[in-house]
């Protein structure tokens, strides 16, 4: 897989970034790259460990970290945590593969996070309910994740259909032939 740009997938959290990078990884045959199972694997700490640790710099230390160890190899799939883009740093390593970002409404991702009991345990970045703070993070990060992205998908939209639409951008922005083969469904 040498030099094909590593493709980010970028958003919020719960916004499908790793269903869909598991999915597009397998559909074209390249490696799949979680950075917070990342950030897991190097520091023996769940996120939330992490954060009751050293506060959430810590944690975005740690991101970081994983970031540019990703990045040193290509041709990957890489799901990001939800605020690696809030360091110019990362958004440098980001800008060198090819960016998606996943967009949700507030709502879906509210109801994404309550349906699934293990992401509901992450610490919360504001001390406000899981609604409240969906609409926060979004309102900050929202035009940051604009900035970053090549392409922007509906993360609402059902998988088989998100997937078809990742491969056409991968392949508009990359040139990937592999992206343009992996179009067809697979049955």
């Known amino acids: 897989m040498s030099g094909e740009r590593n493709i980010y997938l970028i958003g919020a959290r719960a916004s499908g970034k790793t269903t869909l990078g598991r999915k597009l990884a397998a559909r074209l045959r390249r490696p799949f790259v979680d950075t917070d199972a990342r950030v897991r694997l190097r520091t023996g700490k769940s996120v939330a460990e992490l954060v009751d640790a050293g506060g959430w710099e810590a944690f975005r230390d740690a991101e970081s970290v994983a970031l540019a160890e990703v990045a040193m190899f ?10 690696i883009v809030l360091r110019e740093e990362n958004r440098h390593r980001l800008s060198g593969g090819i960016v998606l970002y996943l967009k949700a409404s507030p ?81």
């Open 74 to 83: 290509s041709g990957q799939v890489v799901s990001c945590g939800g605020g």
């Open 107 to 187: 709502e879906a991702l509210a109801e994404r996070l309550l349906r699934n009991p293990l992401e509901a345990q992450r610490p919360s970045l504001t001390g406000g309910g899981v609604a409240e703070e969906i609409a926060r993070v979004l309102a900050e990060r929202g035009a940051v994740y604009l900035s970053c992205a090549h392409a922007v998908l509906p993360a609402e939209a059902p998988l088989d259909d998100l997937l078809d639409l990742a491969l056409a951008e991968v392949a508009r922005i990359g040139g990937d032939k592999a992206a343009v083969a992996g179009r067809g469904r697979i049955s």
